[in-house]
């Protein structure tokens, strides 16, 4: 089973992709995560990227793509793979289209969790954190005193990357890439959009409906 996670900040691929690893005994594969690893292990690849990641600049398509080649041919990947932030772009799309025929291979199914805007800046917005470590959550997690952490009594402060205006830019950005990528694969007939607003165990319940259907 060869699939992709789409679906914007917040909607909870993570979560999604840990219990399907464990149903469908296949790995997530992660584009930042296999990045960091070929930079580590110092592959052919992950050489050419590290130019890249070393300059501040964004690794090409072309890098990106081969290190993913080279992570699918790996003996875990036999059964299947879950793509996970990967392809972001139509053309990434395209490419890994060519690639996968290449290897007499093929996309099953590309599941869209579907969250609207509005969800997402509440579940985006609501994090909380406190200098001692702890972390809370205005809606899931609440302090027991409002802006007050729990543990030690301090005075709570929102990370830059979770405030609204912050929040705002990943959404547009993400809509403003995956709009075309969505059409593409409805085109193929691969897309299956999953409402991602009920709780984790529904959201699961109806990814596995799409993967065993």
Not at 11 to 39: C, F, H, N
Not at 184 to 199: D, H, N
Request: glycine residues 10%; aromatic residues 6%.
């Amino acid at each position: 089973m060869n699939l992709i996670l789409l679906g914007p900040p917040g909607a909870g691929k993570g979560t999604q992709a840990k219990k399907m690893i464990d149903a469908l005994q296949i790995p997530q594969i992660s584009t930042g995560d296999i990045l960091r690893a070929a930079v580590k292990e110092g592959t052919e690849m992950g050489i050419e990227a590290k130019k890249y990641m070393d300059a501040g600049g964004l690794v090409p398509d072309s890098v990106v793509i081969g290190i993913i080649d080279d992570r699918l041919k790996e003996d875990d990947c036999i059964k299947g793979f879950i793509l996970d932030g990967f392809p972001r772009t139509v053309d990434q799309a395209a490419s890994l289209t060519d690639m996968l025929d290449k290897a007499g291979r093929k996309i099953d199914h590309v599941v869209s969790i579907e969250v609207p805007d509005a969800d997402l800046l509440a579940r985006l917005t609501g994090r909380w954190m406190c200098t001692c470590g702890a972390s809370f959550h205005k809606i899931f997690n609440p302090s027991k005193v409002d802006g007050i952490c729990d543990l030690c009594g301090a005075k709570l402060y929102q990370r830059d990357d979770d405030k609204e205006a912050a929040i705002k830019v990943r959404l547009e950005n993400y809509h403003n890439q995956t709009a075309p990528l969505i059409d593409f694969y409805s085109s193929k007939s691969l897309l299956r959009s999953i409402p991602g607003t009920g709780s984790p165990d529904e959201i699961y319940a109806a990814i596995m409906a799409v993967v065993n259907g």
